[in-house]
T-cell receptor, first 111, second 117 residues
Framework: LAKTTQPISMDSYEGQEVNITCSHN???????ITWYQQFPSQGPRFIIQ???TKVTNEVASLFIPADRKSSTLSLPRVSLSDTAVYYC????????????FGGGTRVLVKP | DAGVIQSPRHEVTEMGQEVTLRCKPI?????LFWYRQTMMRGLELLIY????????DSGMPEDRFSAKMPNASFSTLKIQPSEPRDSAVYFC???????????????FGSGTQLSVL
């Protein structure tokens, strides 16, 4: 499983866009990039997944450059309820894949 | 679907006692995962099953921990004897297929908050 590096924490304000970048220099050809969100006292929840270029859904956008050595999760116009920990995972789902969550990024949205 | 169901929600026990955590995965999901979360170590994968068969238990901390999946709709994680350092939130998750590929995703339960005194 490719090792990932994310900022430990980020602060933002309501209505702003939050961008969290995850570094994964050792990403393999078959690896996908997946982001999860975790609120206090809850299990992580899938947000978005991508392989290359840009992916967008109703919650977020995921930008992946051509070399795929990093990815950026973009949360548009955040609200207080977006305060959570965000995890980046990279892997190909093959047997033995550890599915280890890193430390994640704690995002605090202020009023 | 009710999602992944874990019980109990909270468990307080004394050191040396046996603890059993329970999980019901989402119907039709072939993979089941047990995670442990602490402030110090984050989210650790303990063990996962594919079609009720344990595939990788290398994350199980020691012999005091054991997990079973007797059928597709039920799994247990047992700690015997429990110790204060086992205090953590234990999550169960399930997925339809192999995760991190082809848009498969993990679905987590609400977790069991375990406190060993």
């Amino acid at each position: 499983l490719a090792k990932t590096t994310q900022p430990i924490s980020m602060d933002s304000y309501e209505g702003q866009e939050v961008n969290i970048t995850c570094s994964h220099n050792n990403i393999a050809t078959n690896d996908y990039i997946t982001w999860y969100q975790q609120f206090p006292s809850q299990g992580p929840r899938f947000i978005i997944q991508g392989y290359k270029t840009k992916v967008t859904n109703e919650v977020a956008s995921l930008f992946i450059p051509a070399d795929r050595k990093s990815s950026t999760l973009s949360l548009p116009r955040v609200s207080l309820s977006d305060t959570a920990v965000y995890y980046c995972l990279v892997g190909d789902g093959t047997a033995g894949n550890k599915l280890t969550f890193g430390g994640g990024t704690r995002v605090l949205v202020k009023p | 679907d009710a999602g992944v169901i874990q019980s109990p929600r909270h468990e307080v026990t004394e050191m040396g006692q046996e603890v059993t955590l329970r999980c019901k995965p989402i119907s039709g999901h072939d993979y089941l995962f047990w995670y442990r979360q602490t402030m110090m170590r984050g989210l650790e994968l303990l063990i996962y099953f594919n079609n009720n068969v344990p595939i990788d238990d290398s994350g199980m901390p020691e012999d005091r921990f054991s997990a079973k999946m007797p059928n597709a709709s039920f799994s247990t994680l047992k700690i015997q004897p429990s110790e204060p350092r086992d205090s953590a939130v234990y999550f169960c998750a399930s997925s339809l297929g192999a995760v991190l590929a082809t848009n498969e995703k993990l679905f987590f339960g609400s977790g069991t908050q375990l406190s060993v005194l």
